[in-house]
């Protein structure tokens, strides 16, 4: 989750025109919070979080806040919950 600095969103929008920032490691698309459209929640897929903190690192300054949280597929989810229940 990011939240827009929104006395930043110029320069964002530019930054984003221009090739600056690389968004190469999100997938799929970005979804805004209707209550707040500032809030986005978009995936990143990298190799490891240090990776991740690397390229995600430009993007900070345009954010008043963010918050990673690392996700997993479906399947492998279920696959550790089943294990837990054994």
């Not at 949280?69 to 550790?80: D, H, K, R, T, Y």
Request: charged residues 30%.
């Amino acid at each position: 989750m990011a939240k827009l600095d929104i006395h930043r969103l110029k320069e964002f929008g530019l930054a984003l025109q221009s090739g600056e920032l690389d968004n190469s490691c999100i997938r799929g698309e970005t979804h805004c919070l209707r209550e707040d459209p500032a809030v986005g929640y978009f995936l990143w897929e990298a190799e490891n979080r240090e990776v991740f903190e690397e390229r995600f690192a430009p993007w900070r300054r345009f954010c008043a806040e963010s918050q990673v949280s690392e996700v997993m597929p479906a399947e492998e989810a279920m696959g550790l919950l089943m294990s837990a229940r054994r």
